[in-house]
Nanobody
């Protein structure tokens, strides 16, 4: 079965950190651009970050720049999202997704995704 699985979500206090992981089973991530998205109930899904196949290009939405870092370890078939200086506005379900479109494209977050994970809840609250 081809799937993405996220892990690492949880409850954290404002100013804290979490590291999300996105692992693939049934296929290799080497050939895929990986994106992280998040969604709050009642709101549209928002693109947060993406990383190119080699990891040489990354992109972030303005609200997380300087606080979140995306990386990948193709040997482990895993992509990470390190989230620092979290604030309550970061509370959402976080999803990873894979496609073969370039992360560098200005339209990347509007492209359809070939695979989606099931999501992991991140809650930032005191």
């Amino acid at each position: 079965q081809l799937q993405l699985v996220e892990s690492g979500g949880g409850l954290v206090k404002p100013g804290g950190s979490l590291r999300l992981s996105c692992s693939a089973s049934g296929f290799t991530l080497d050939y895929y651009t990986i994106g992280w998205f998040r969604q709050v109930p009642g709101w549209e899904r928002e693109g947060v970050s993406c990383i190119s196949t080699t990891g040489g290009y990354t992109k972030y939405v303005d609200s997380v720049k300087g606080r979140f870092t995306i990386s990948r370890d193709n040997a482990k078939n895993t992509v990470y999202l390190q989230m620092d200086s979290l604030n309550p506005e970061d509370t959402a379900v976080y999803y990873c997704a894979a496609n073969t479109r370039p992360c560098a494209s200005a339209l990347y977050f509007q492209y359809g995704q070939a695979y989606w994970g099931q999501g992991t809840q991140v809650t930032v609250a005191s």
